[in-house]
């Protein structure tokens, strides 16, 4: 059978002449007679070769088209491949199928340890051509390229103009903003909108929060983090007219912003510093893709270059340290486990539900069922990624990066015959033990051991394959033989030996340079990508036709064009292309859909509460106009994102109470008109940061490594390759934001994964919000928030003195940001003078009112 791997090889090797190997029969030349004679019978030759090619190459270069070749059909056969073509009509010698059959040059078809075909068979297959190498009288061949056109036509979905109009793939327009009755609600253009539909719906806005409310709620939603005592006592006094917009500006300049809005993408790109599956490998840099984003967002970097940098920073110039870490979004996924196809449409997912909120990943199979999405759209977008490989991009130099390499290279070119050695001394003594476990194996792979290689049957080529990777060193998955053990048999001389060579090895290790820091990031081998396929069904084994990139056909009549890159390119620049679609104005989806999110983190719900599925199968917007008006405005303030945090803040409706009102709830029970202020309880990693900051131990260093906190070894189960290095408690190192901690996929921080932490390996829009009894067992008895009670505890009698009434009031102003009230007063005192007031600190950690923002 013809393979891809030999028709690449075939591909690289040009028609050249090579008498030698051109068969007797062609050597003498050709003449019109010997065609006519061919041409005689072509009929019944087509319907010969055919079988023969049915038999031997069709595995590969039929429904499978490896190397683009399908030979199945006259027109796909006579078209030829990614190589070129395979058949020149009446000239066997031109011909590479012909001489690639005969085995009489370089490539041999089929591969070995196929079997070549025999020689009457390319005697069929020389005349065949020799005829002109049609397959248009074939019977077999008229009905496949009639079913290969059936297939062709089935990939086309064409779009009606109906389903154009869904509010989503319609063009964002901006409505003009209303006048509503209500006083005080037509100075932003947010209290506009919302006030007209309340007024529509018979509703009232709550009243203002208090300052004291407020200033918290801000702090925790932009911030994460609990205002001090003074910030709040500061807005509370402050009675000018700019004390909120104070307020808001304070904290979009803070660093900490930047840490919180990271921690929300985190999220969308399903953020891990391991890859999953088995082995759950550490991805010990992935850090600095983390970084990036806290940068990115305090900088108020516009967001159409963050969707750049991230899908394509290799492909803008200048190519900078800072665009190449952004690529580490294409490297987020899990990996170590699925097929390529797998990876791929967890790439396509990530990227189209993060950008545009659509389940385009759900056309793999077929065309979507709910979405005008087409199949054809699912695999154009595929081919967009399809040549992207990952790189280890050097943050150094290039001098440095190639002088790095030559200290390397010449290191190993001296331990290389020193490793040799080490290899010879230890062969005799590996043997024994090879033989020693062979001899308690089963007969049948004892059997399999002893045969020769080349006499092996596959089944015993697996076997031996097993035995190899049981009882030799070579697989890292399950040492049953270490070195330790060949070392033992050996006697003192040979031990000796042994150890000086590993000496000399160790030594040289020394002599060798630091590895440079890495990024993980996204590169491609070549300017022109590989082919890729329409699947149908969405099999690897049922191609259809070729694939150019494309974007979603449904939100635009004409073709997006994909600029070609320019010759000295290093990759197809299809992510750039993408990119550009994405933050293009025309594009209805982009812009909507990050204001939405930022909504949601703003008012509890987006106005769409689906944040990543548009389409049919979620929820419409409850305020439309609303949010096109959001979209617009922020394309119009280029792409800032702190702008329209700041517009959203400033709005009335951000500063309501989170109080009920009776009558509203009568009317919309939802709060889907955003009436008042939403209740919501923190994150997981919100709840640990506040208890730190309220404790006062909190490190506010930015960035770097991750941290490892204590877990309980009995919690997860350790392996070679799967670990944490926790460390205790006490340790001031662990004592940073969580968003520094390691998030290993199979190995998860207790605290996280009870408080509703996403699983680290899907795309999560949103966190689920539960009430569950192990919340309160944590925040009872985790070994970290007893030690930042007591530290609570220890900052409070420093800043109060012995005054328990004192102590009780700067306790609740630490975590609670207001003063007790008369009740709490008295029951906070009687509790410290009871239970001492560490106990109290731990009471006031596990309050509701603690771990929810109002």
Excluded at 104 to 110: A, H
Excluded at 585 to 612: C, Y
Excluded at 777 to 787: F, P, Y
Aim: charged letters at 25%; hydrophobic letters at 40%.
């Amino acid at each position: 059978m013809f393979t891809v791997c030999a028709l690449a090889v075939a591909g690289a090797i040009s028609l050249r002449a090579n008498p030698g190997a051109v068969p007797v029969r062609e050597a003498s030349g050709l003449n019109d007679a010997a065609i006519a004679a061919a041409a005689s019978h072509a009929d019944d030759l087509a319907d010969q070769a055919y079988e023969i090619l049915k038999t031997n190459c069709f595995e590969c270069h039929g429904a499978a088209k490896r190397s683009g070749l399908d030979m199945r059909t006259h027109e796909s056969l006579m078209a030829g491949g990614t190589n070129g073509k395979v058949i020149v009509p009446h000239e066997p010698a031109k011909s590479r199928l012909y001489l690639y059959a005969s085995q009489s040059g370089n490539v041999k078809m089929p591969p070995p340890p196929n079997e070549k075909i025999d020689e009457d068979d390319l005697k069929i297959l020389y005349d065949w051509i020799l005829a002109g190498g049609s397959l248009e009288g074939v019977k077999a061949a008229s009905a496949a390229a009639k079913s290969a056109e059936e297939l062709k036509k089935s990939e086309e979905r064409p779009i009606k103009p109906a389903e154009r109009e869904y509010w989503a793939f319609k063009k964002v327009e901006r409505f003009a903003v209303p006048v509503p009755t209500t006083a005080g609600w037509n100075t932003n253009p947010i209290d506009a909108f919302l006030a007209s539909a309340m007024e529509a719906k018979g509703v009232k806005p709550s009243a203002p929060a208090d300052r004291r409310t407020l200033i918290r709620r801000v702090y925790l939603d932009v911030l994460g983090l609990p205002p001090s005592p003074a910030q709040v006592d500061a807005f509370v006094a402050d009675k000018s007219p700019q004390a909120w917009s104070k307020v808001v500006n304070e904290v979009l300049a803070s660093p900490a912003y930047g840490e919180r809005w990271a921690r929300h993408w985190m999220d969308l790109v399903r953020y891990a510093d391991s890859e999953g599956f088995e082995f759950d490998n550490d991805r010990a840099q992935m850090y600095r893709y983390r970084d990036y984003l806290v940068d990115s967002f305090n900088k108020d970097k516009p967001y159409d270059r963050f969707v750049r940098e991230q899908l394509a920073g290799d492909e803008y110039a200048p190519v900078t340290d800072e665009a190449m870490i952004a690529t580490g979004f294409l490297r987020l996924g899990p990996s170590g486990g699925g097929t390529r196809q797998d990876a791929l449409d967890d790439l396509i997912a990530a990227t189209t539900q993060t950008f545009v909120g659509l389940t385009v990943n759900c056309a793999r199979c077929h065309n979507h069922k709910f979405d005008p999405i087409p199949q054809k759209d699912y695999y154009r977008i595929q081919s967009v990624f399809a040549p992207t490989m990952g790189v280890n991009h050097p943050l150094a130099p290039a001098s440095e990066v190639a002088a790095n390499q030559k200290e390397g290279q010449r290191i190993d070119a001296l331990q290389r015959p020193l490793r040799e050695n080490k290899t010879k001394i230890e062969a005799p003594y590996l043997q024994m033990i090879v033989d020693r476990e062979i001899a308690k194996l089963p007969e049948y792979m004892q059997v399999a051991w002893k045969t020769p290689p080349d006499q092996r049957t596959p089944g015993q080529k697996l076997t031996v394959t097993q035995i190899e990777r049981t009882v030799t060193t070579s697989d890292t998955t399950r040492k049953l033989v270490t070195e330790a053990d060949i070392v033992a048999l050996m006697p003192e001389d040979v031990k000796k030996q042994h150890q000086d060579v590993k000496v000399q090895i160790a030594a040289l290790d020394k002599q060798r340079p630091r590895p440079l820091p890495t990024a993980l990031a996204i590169s491609e081998r070549a300017r022109t990508p590989q082919p890729t396929f329409f699947l149908h069904r969405g099999s690897p084994d049922s191609p259809g036709s070729e694939m150019t990139p494309g974007v979603l056909s449904v939100t635009s009549e004409t073709e997006w064009t994909f600029e070609p890159p320019p010759a000295d390119a290093k990759s197809s620049w299809r992510r750039r292309g993408l990119a550009e679609w994405l933050v293009s104005k025309d594009n209805p989806l982009t812009a909507r859909v990050m204001m939405n999110r930022l909504w949601q983190h703003h008012f509890g719900e987006g106005i769409v509460r689906t944040p990543s599925n548009f389409g049919k199968m979620g929820e419409r917007p409850l305020h439309p106009e609303l949010l096109d008006w959001l979209a617009l405005e922020f394309i119009d303030r280029g792409w800032s994102l702190k702008a329209m945090h700041k517009v959203m803040l400033e709005s009335r409706a951000y500063q309501m109470a989170s109080m009920d009102l009776p009558a509203n709830i009568q009317i919309d029970p939802e709060n889907r008109l955003f009436w008042r202020a939403p209740r919501v309880r923190l994150e997981a990693e919100i709840i640990r940061d506040n208890i730190m900051a309220v404790s006062g131990a909190l490190d506010r260093t930015l960035g770097g490594p991750s941290i490892f906190p204590y877990i309980d070894p009995d919690l997860f189960e350790e392996s070679s390759r799967r670990t944490w290095r926790g460390k205790p408690d006490d340790d001031p190192s662990t004592w940073r934001r969580s968003l520094y901690v390691f998030l290993k996929r199979s190995i998860r921080y207790p605290m996280f994964e009870t408080f509703d932490q996403p699983n680290l390996v899907n795309p999560a829009d949103r966190r689920n919000r539960t009430v569950i009894a192990p919340q309160a067992l944590i925040l009872m008895n985790n070994g970290m928030v007893l030690t930042q009670s007591k530290i609570f505890a220890e900052r409070v009698k420093k800043e109060a003195g012995d005054d328990v009434t004192k102590q009780v009031d700067r306790a609740f102003q630490l975590a609670l940001a207001r003063q007790p009230d008369a009740f709490e007063r008295k029951e906070s005192i009687a509790f410290v003078r009871k239970a001492g007031l560490t106990d109290f600190c731990h009471a006031l950690f596990n309050l509701n009112e603690f771990v929810y923002r109002y």
